[in-house]
């Protein structure tokens, strides 16, 4: 990963802000996503950010408001906020998601609960085959929309391809 000391600067003064805002309720904070990942381009990436917090009622969440939304608008930090309960239910509602997390993430504070997760095989499986079939249908439709049009049709299929190959990557 290249380094990215403005983003190193955001983060940590976030954890600062969040820590502040959230007292102990906030259990850790991880960093996630193409970051972690190598795959990150200035100005163009969003930051992903996991916020495990012990409740996640109204009221807490409106507390880290002001650190968040300011984080989203200045930084692209796209934050992933949950309780440890959720992150269990995720890992079976949003397989993909919580196993890549798993595997590429870089604790900035706390402790994000992820430890004891197990993302079942055959859900990953599961997810990618409702990913591929929903493609599928969706070029259907572009196909009778523009009337078999294989210009249309070969931008739709392109304009796929990333989001299946990130199902894709996960798997493997």
Do not use: C
């Not at 805002?21 to 991880?30: Q, T």
């Not at 939304?69 to 906020?81: H, K």
Request: proline share 6%.
């Amino acid at each position: 990963m290249e380094p990215q000391p403005e983003i190193e600067r955001v983060l940590e003064a976030l954890v600062a802000q969040l820590r502040e805002a959230a007292g102990p309720n906030l259990l850790g904070v991880a960093l996630y996503g193409g970051l972690t990942k190598g795959r990150f381009t200035p100005g163009v990436s969003d930051v992903n950010v996991l916020v495990v917090l012990a409740e996640a009622g109204l009221d807490h969440l409106l507390s880290l408001s002001p650190a968040l939304t300011g984080a989203l608008r200045d930084f692209r930090i796209i934050s992933f906020i949950v309780t440890p309960d959720d992150l269990l239910a995720s890992a079976r509602l949003f397989p993909g998601k919580v196993f890549d997390i798993q595997a590429s993430h870089r604790v900035l504070w706390g402790d994000v609960h992820l430890a004891g997760i197990t993302v079942e095989p055959e859900a990953l499986r599961l997810r990618a085959r409702q990913e591929i079939k929903n493609t599928e249908l969706r070029l259907r439709l572009r196909a009778v929309e523009r009337g078999g049009d294989p210009d249309a049709l070969w931008r739709g299929m392109m304009a796929s391809l990333p989001k299946i190959a990130v199902t894709l990557e996960t798997l493997m």
